[in-house]
């Protein structure tokens, strides 16, 4: 069966960082097409943050870009999110997603951030 599990959120004061992790298990990772970062902040849709391929091709959303940095540890089994110079608008729900085909995706259950002024 396969399971992502974050882990890391927490309170955190504007500009501050955070770093939060994804633990896959039940496949392998170089299974998965690609992996990322999604969030949805109260009465606001899901939304994709940052995903990142097999081979670590990497894409942010125009609101993160240069802030936060999405990597990945194939032997590890662990996905990353490094968030630096938070901001209150950075609160939210974040899950981490993982992608093995076509219409097969996986969803952890997501971890709380959030970032007070």
């Known amino acids: 069966q396969v399971q992502l599990v974050e882990s890391g959120g927490g309170l955190v004061q504007a500009g501050n960082s955070l770093g939060l992790s994804c633990l896959a298990s039940?496949?392998?990772?170089?299974?998965?097409?690609?992996m990322g970062w999604y969030r949805q902040a109260p009465g606001k849709q899901r939304e994709l943050v940052a995903t990142i391929t097999r081979t670590g091709t990497t894409y942010y959303a125009n609101s993160v870009k240069g802030r936060l940095t999405i990597s990945r540890d194939n032997v590890k089994k662990l996905l990353y999110l490094q968030m630096n110079s938070l901001k209150p608008e950075d609160t939210a729900v974040y899950y981490c997603?993982?992608?093995?085909?076509?219409?097969?995706?996986?969803w952890g259950k997501g971890t709380l951030v959030t970032v007070s002024s």
């Open positions: 997603h993982a992608n093995v085909g076509i219409n097969t995706d996986y």
């Open positions: 039940g496949i392998s990772m170089l299974s998965i097409n690609v």
